[in-house]
Each structure stands twice: as structure tokens, then as C-alpha cells.
């Protein structure tokens, strides 16, 4: 589920988070200070404006005729602002501008109702919200604005600053304003991604621009030129429902984002970082080291050498990791099968069925939770999960065995990887975290045509993409470029939805699986799963938790009719719209055919 705001949480934001001490400078700038200044200035002016225009809000009310212009122009302000503020406060940010559904807080295990930009979107548009508790929710929304005002005050903008929250603001576009997941009631995310760009463009002349001009003049005018192109491309395309992503983000969104890579690079002020999700010298979002897998490794094991990883891989196909040495992780995640095992339900180490179907490995570094519903925090708890489990190796994870060095070669490998023998198996689990954090592929049909490689994407599979972060809402949940849900910018909370699956593909019953229910037991979770990769989904059928749908098609004519609420099922705190999505045949197919260009299998586990 989203990370979601909450009543009690903005109370608590409101008291607690008063600001950062105030750091040191962070570069030697060649800029003129006043510059930066004036940026600054700029992120705090349209906060201001935007709590300005919420107080207007409060005061007319969700049903006045002058709401919706209100509410339209308090979210342009914000998203003015939103680069800078949310990158110094990650989560009253998010909160801010958060998913409206329910939260469950977890240190009094009570279940909240959101506040925020989104959650105010529903009263105005759609008129259920009571006057006395949409007042609530402004004024909570307000609150949470006036913390991240604290934060901007209080911390100067330089130019690292400038480059991660710009950085973070172009994924956003990408994942969140042209899907409709900033704005899934009022559609205005088109418009609001032009006012980012035309923003970023102006705090770029007020900062970056002097040093750019002077020593790359042709690169300041492609920027300030690929804004422009893409401005007029979002100006002169504004029906949500029939925008062409595909080619705003290969034509003019890629262009762009590869401008801006090149502008911090000649600006020489910040050379980048391995301490967030992204690589900042990758071109576009979508190339196949767009994303840092050190940030998503255990800080023990975030820099991993070329010996652990080959260490790792060769254990990955020991069977003497397990205690009946008849199942190695190949068993559940085998290569030929897309790292999956073709199974509806995986099969234990005494041959019996395991509770769920076993998702693919590839890619599955980029998220923030493990196992389908979610219980281990990190890759290295999942392997230690399955270590312990009885019904898998049932090996004490505390004791090395012994039965691995019967071949040999396994001596010579540790001692090189990790300077001698273990005693324990949380180095054989630190070396398997190593290699399966390689089993990456980004190479796909999508990947090569969308970074504009090859033009061999057919009208169909374009349809299918622009259906997957458009209409169909896909994108709303597997966030582009990963499609898993592990949310972006930020890339700290992988989500867990209520999606409603059936027992069986008769469509008649719910699966009687509860989900992360097991840890909490609140309803809220009953039946919440996390929410996987769409990637080599044409390579990993059956598909649910419980590989109840066997083919891609049955899996889009679910989600086509609302989910299991659509079904009938009774789910008050499902996360997808029970609403009928209205895909027509053409479109379903076609969001199959694009679903089967992200199949890349070609993964060779190197470092």
C-alpha cells in the first residue's frame, strides 16, 4: 500500500520535526550567492502561495464554485516548490502529497484517515467529504506545509541540494504527473508537469546558467530548448485519457534528463553519490544502470567485491545449503523459468506445497520488503527467512555446514571472497545477497526503444504503454520505469495493495489467504500483498500470490473489472477502484503485447 498520511502522524510531525541543525556549506561555489538565494527564496514564496490559496480553500468550502480553481492553484504552488521541500523532509513531503487512504499506524496499531493534497482533491471533486471534516482536512494539510516551510528556512540551497531535489522532481513527472497518481480525481497532472519544467528552467537561469553559458553554450541552449519543445508538447496535448507518454518520454523527456546529467557535470559543483537510489551519471531513467543497487543492499554487504559475487552464485546452485540436500535456490528461482518455477504454489523440500507462488529474482534488488506479503525488510532477511524455514532448508543459520566443503573448490572461494572459512552461514547469506543483487536486466524490447536505440515498438505495444500509465492505471501502483512498487523518488517503502484475488479463476470466491494480515491482525491488511515487478511478466506465469491466473489476459480482464470488489467480493478497504476500468478488447490485448516487451531474462549475475 502507498505510504499514507494520517490525522495523529501530522499531529505528532507538527510538534516534533522542527528542522535540521544548520550545516555546513557543501561546495565552493563559482556562482554568484545571490543566485542561489533567489532560488531559495523562490521554493519559500510558493509554499507560501500554496498555503495561501488552502486558507482561501477553508474558507469557501469543498462546494463553492471557486474550490476547484482554488485547489488547482494550491497545487501548482506546491509543485513549485514540492523539489526542494520534499527533498529536506522525505515523509511530511510525501504525506503532503500522498495516496487518500487509510493508514495504520503501527506503534498503537489504530488505523488513520489521510489527510493531504490528494484527500482534499475528493472533497472538492467529488462532494462526499463533511464541511466540518474537510476543514479538518485543510487545516491538517496546511500544518504539514508550514513543517516543510521550517525545513526551507532553515537549511540554504546549494548546489548538491539543487542537483538531487531537480533529479528526484524529473522522476516525478515521469512516474507520478503524467500516470495520474498526483492527481487521480482531477486529471491536472499534465499541466502540472509543465509548471515543473517551466519552473526547473527558471531556477536553472537563476543559478546554473551563468557557468553553463560560459563554458558549454550549445548544452545551456539544448536545455533551455528541450524545455521549451516539451512545454509545447504538453501545451498542445492536454487530454489525460489520449496523451502519447511514450513519445513525451523518449522525445522530450529523455532529452532533457540527458541535459541535465551534462549540466552537472560541466558545472563541476557535485560530482554525484552512491548514498541514493539513483546513478546520477546514467542519461535517462531507463538505462541499465539507472538505479544504485548499493542504496538497496544491506550496509554491511552495499559494496559487494567480484569474489562475493561469484561466491554467491555458485552457492545459489548448492543443494547442500539445505538439510534433506535436495534443494538449492534454484529449486524456487530457476534461471531457465525467468527466476521462477513455473508453479502455481512452490514446492517444499519434502515435496509438499509451500504457501505462495514464488516470484522472479530478476530485478529484485529495487525494492524495500520481501516475500509477497512483505515480512523481511531485506534481501538478506529473506534468504535468512528461507535458511530457517523448516519446510525449505531448515538449516541453523548460526552454524556453517560443513557438506558445502566437500567440493573443494569452495575453500579457496571464501578465503578469497571473505579471507577465510565461515563459521557461520550469514556469510554464505551475505555472498547469495551479493550475486542475486546482480540479476538485473534493463535491456528489454521497451528499454531499447524508449531510450530511443531502436524504433521497433509497433502502434499496439505504444498503445499498451500509453494504456499501462494512462487509463488503465497501472503505472499508479508499478511505478515506472521499475513497474514494481517500490515508490519512487524517494525509494524507501515498497508498497502492499488489497487487490481482492480470487481461489480460483472462476472468478467466485476470495482467496482465503490473508496477506500481511498475520503480523498486525487489522483488517486494514486482510488480504494486503506487495505489490511485484511487471517486468518479465510473459516469462513468470502463474501469476498472483497464488498463481491462480495462468495467462497475462486473465490478469488484465481482473483488474479490468474493478478487482475483487468489481468481482463482488466484499473488500471495504480494497486499494483499487472498484469501478469497471472500461478497457475495451483492442486495449486489453494491447496492454498484453506491451507487458511482453519488458521480458529481459538476459541476466548473467556479474558484477
Not at 502529497?97 to 484517515?113: E, I, S
Not at 532553515?154 to 515521469?174: C, D, G, M, S, Y
Not at 487521480?184 to 553553463?212: C, D, F, K, M, R
Amino acid at each position: 500500500m502507498k505510504t499514507k498520511s494520517t490525522l495523529l502522524f501530522a499531529l505528532i510531525a507538527l510538534t516534533l520535526i522542527t528542522g535540521c541543525k544548520k550545516q555546513t556549506p557543501e561546495y565552493e561555489t563559482t556562482v554568484a550567492k545571490t543566485g542561489w538565494e533567489n532560488a531559495h527564496a523562490y521554493y519559500l514564496q510558493n509554499l507560501d502561495s500554496a498555503m495561501v490559496k488552502l486558507n482561501a480553500l477553508k474558507a469557501v468550502g469543498a462546494a463553492h464554485q471557486n474550490s476547484k480553481q482554488l485547489f488547482t492553484e494550491a497545487r501548482l504552488y506546491f509543485k513549485k516548490a514540492e523539489p526542494f521541500a520534499s527533498y529536506l523532509n522525505p515523509e511530511v513531503g510525501h504525506q503532503a502529497n500522498g495516496p487518500a487512504l487509510p493508514v495504520f499506524k503501527d506503534d498503537n496499531n489504530r488505523v488513520m484517515a489521510p489527510i493531504g493534497l490528494q484527500k482534499i482533491e475528493e472533497g472538492v471533486y467529488e462532494g462526499e467529504t463533511a464541511p466540518d471534516v474537510f476543514t479538518t482536512e485543510v487545516e491538517m494539510t496546511i500544518g504539514l506545509l508550514n513543517v516543510l516551510r521550517k525545513n526551507i528556512v532553515k537549511r540554504e540551497l546549494t548546489p548538491k541540494r539543487f542537483f538531487v531535489a531537480t533529479h528526484q522532481q524529473l522522476l516525478r513527472i515521469i512516474s507520478f504527473s503524467i500516470t495520474g497518481f498526483d492527481t487521480p480525481v482531477s486529471n491536472i497532472g499534465l499541466h502540472e508537469a509543465e509548471v515543473s519544467l517551466l519552473s526547473l528552467q527558471q531556477l536553472y537561469g537563476e543559478t546554473l546558467a551563468p557557468v553553463i553559458t560560459e563554458k558549454d553554450n550549445a548544452l545551456h541552449n539544448s536545455f533551455n530548448n528541450n524545455i521549451k519543445k516539451a512545454v509545447a508538447y504538453l501545451q498542445n496535448h492536454t487530454n489525460f485519457a489520449g496523451f502519447d507518454r511514450y513519445t513525451f518520454i523518449r522525445d522530450y523527456m529523455n532529452p532533457i534528463t540527458r541535459n541535465w546529467v551534462a549540466i552537472r557535470k560541466t558545472s563541476n559543483l557535485w560530482e554525484g553519490s552512491l548514498a541514493y537510489p539513483f546513478n546520477f551519471d546514467a542519461p535517462t531513467f531507463f538505462e541499465n544502470n539507472s538505479f544504485n543497487t548499493a542504496y538497496f543492499l544491506p550496509p554491511n554487504n552495499s559494496k559487494p567485491t567480484n569474489q562475493q559475487i561469484a561466491l554467491g552464485k555458485k552457492l545459489f546452485y548448492d543443494e547442500n545449503l539445505s538439510s534433506t540436500k535436495n534443494m538449492s535456490c534454484i529449486t524456487c528461482h530457476d534461471p531457465e523459468k525467468a527466476y521462477t518455477d513455473g508453479r502455481a504454489i512452490s514446492q517444499g523440500n519434502k515435496g509438499q506445497k509451500l504457501q505462495r507462488n514464488a516470484p522472479t529474482l530478476i530485478n529484485s534488488i529495487f525494492q524495500k520488503s520481501y516475500f509477497l506479503d512483505g515480512r523481511s525488510e531485506t534481501i538478506a532477511d529473506q534468504i535468512t527467512s528461507v535458511f530457517n524455514n523448516k519446510d525449505e532448508f531448515d538449516t541453523d543459520v548460526h552454524q556453517f555446514s560443513d557438506a558445502i566443503l566437500e567440493d573443494t573448490t569452495y575453500i579457496k572461494m571464501f578465503e578469497n571472497a571473505y579471507g577465510k572459512i565461515p563459521s557461520r552461514n550469514t556469510v554464505v547469506i551475505k555472498a547469495l545477497s551479493a550475486y542475486m543483487s546482480t540479476l538485473n536486466g534493463f535491456n528489454a524490447k521497451f528499454d531499447r526503444n524508449i531510450r530511443g536505440e531502436e524504433n521497433t515498438f509497433t502502434p499496439e505495444e505504444q498503445l499498451g504503454f500509453n494504456l499501462f500509465a494512462g487509463k488503465a492505471l497501472c503505472a499508479t501502483c508499478h511505478f515506472i520505469p521499475l513497474t514494481n512498487g517500490t515508490v519512487p523518488p524517494f525509494f524507501n517503502n515498497s508498497e502492499k495493495e488489497v487487490i481482492g484475488v480470487p481461489e480460483t479463476a472462476d472468478n467466485t470466491e476470495l482467496d482465503d489467504d490473508t496477506g500481511f494480515y498475520w503480523y498486525y491482525k487489522v483488517d486494514l491488511h486482510k488480504g494486503m500483498f506487495k505489490t511485484p515487478t511487471v517486468r518479465n511478466a510473459a516469462q513468470t506465469a502463474p501469476y498472483m500470490h497464488n498463481g491462480v491466473y495462468t495467462t497475462l489476459e486473465q490478469v488484465v480482464d481482473f483488474y479490468n473489472k474493478g478487482g475483487g470488489g468489481g468481482l463482488g467480493f466484499d473488500l471495504p478497504y480494497q486499494t483499487l477502484p472498484f469501478d469497471n476500468l472500461e478497457l475495451t478488447e483492442t486495449e486489453q490485448k494491447a496492454l498484453v503485447a506491451f507487458m511482453k516487451t519488458l521480458t529481459d531474462t538476459n541476466v548473467e549475475g556479474t558484477h
